[in-house]
């Protein structure tokens, strides 16, 4: 029997590459151009957004947090897909070989939120979307720093585990605001 979590993270994660598959038969994949800073730059503007509206309470631009959450999301994938395309220097990629880059990276975070939902016992349900906001921007630093450093750590997961994990809690916010309905 498939958890109510998998169930909900299914239905986020599919609604997020849904918009992700749309945007790449619209725009192409323009987004191979972006390094990866600039792309955890990106995923850092849309945190930062979604902070400030928490934290004021006020939105002046339509764009709800969840659509910003969905964006943390899809750029985290598109930086999982530059990571593992650093060899191959084509710009643009047929929108088939996008969606199956896709899913197998999602599929990859699915065994990663299996593995840390048993052991951390579904935790992120009783936390504030604020928190975990929280959370992600500190990734984001981390991550930051890792390509400061030109990727070395010395005792630190990489690039590629912080964005796995900004995914996972992406997609606990996503859930908390009921977008999984």
Not at 20 to 25: A, G, R, W
Request: aromatic share 8%; glycine share 4%; net charge negative.
């Amino acid at each position: 029997m498939i958890s109510q979590t998998l169930q909900e993270y299914n239905r986020v994660v599919n609604r997020c590459k849904d918009t992700f598959v749309k945007k790449t038969k619209d725009y192409g994949t323009a987004w191979r151009v972006l390094r990866l800073p600039s792309i955890t730059d990106q995923i850092f503007i849309k945190a930062q957004r979604i902070r400030s509206i928490q934290e004021k309470g006020v939105q002046l631009v339509e764009d709800d947090i969840s659509s910003e959450f969905v964006g943390i999301i899809n750029y985290c994938i598109i930086a999982l897909m530059q990571l593992e395309l650093q060899e191959n220097p084509e710009l643009t990629l047929p929108a088939e070989e996008v969606e199956r880059l896709y899913t197998k990276h999602i599929e990859a975070n699915i065994q990663l939120l299996n593995a840390k939902n048993h052991d951390y016992g579904e935790a992120w349900r009783d936390m504030r979307v604020s928190s975990i906001t929280d959370i992600i921007l500190m990734k984001l630093y981390r991550t930051k720093q890792i390509e400061d450093n030109q990727g070395q750590t010395l005792i630190s997961e990489g690039v590629d585990a912080n964005y796995r994990d900004m995914i996972n809690y992406a997609a606990f916010c996503l859930i908390k605001l009921g977008f999984a309905e």
